[in-house]
């Protein structure tokens, strides 16, 4: 992969190394940052608890590609549920409401790619302020908003 208008050199990210972030409890590795990339795209692996995952939510200006790679998660999209597991991809189209839910009973990993990539500043900057949803939803709406990320709903039963 090349940074995009530099000079010709690769970006490499060797096996743990990255960007950790624990925005929303939830263990992330950024293996690249938007920032790196200029805003081309966001890259990263995320754990998930067994029954955890995000509310329904739109990204209005990216799309999002996720591969299971390891674990058992239903994906919801425009109403559609698609059950997934070991090496599967799904791609969610900007301004498609979404979400997911680790159905299995461990622990599973997801690799995520926004494209563009602005979006990991959400999470960046979640962290930064140390902002949880039980106590502080109303200033975590405000920052998705800055990011074309809007919150629609709760997570499917």
């Not at 839910?101 to 995520?112: V, W, Y």
């Not at 602005?118 to 999470?123: E, K």
Request: include cysteine.
């Amino acid at each position: 992969m090349m940074d995009q208008g530099s000079a010709e050199r690769a970006l490499v990210r060797r096996s743990g190394e990255g960007t950790n972030n624990q925005a929303f409890d939830l263990p992330r590795i950024f293996l690249v940052r938007s920032d790196e990339v200029k805003g081309a795209f966001s890259h990263w692996i995320e754990k998930v608890p067994a029954g955890a995952g995000p509310p329904m939510h739109v990204h209005h200006k990216e799309q999002e590609l996720f591969r299971v790679l390891n674990g058992q998660f239903r994906f919801w999209c425009t109403g559609e549920a698609q059950d997934l597991t070991d090496g599967d991809t799904v791609l969610i189209p900007k301004g498609a409401p979404h979400t997911f839910k680790n159905i299995g009973s461990n622990e599973g990993q997801l690799l995520i790619t926004l494209t563009p990539g602005d979006g990991d500043g959400f999470f960046i900057d979640v962290e930064k302020r140390g902002l949880n949803p039980s106590r502080d939803m109303p200033q975590i709406v405000e920052i998705a908003g800055r990011y074309g990320l809007e919150f629609v709903g709760p997570p499917p039963a």
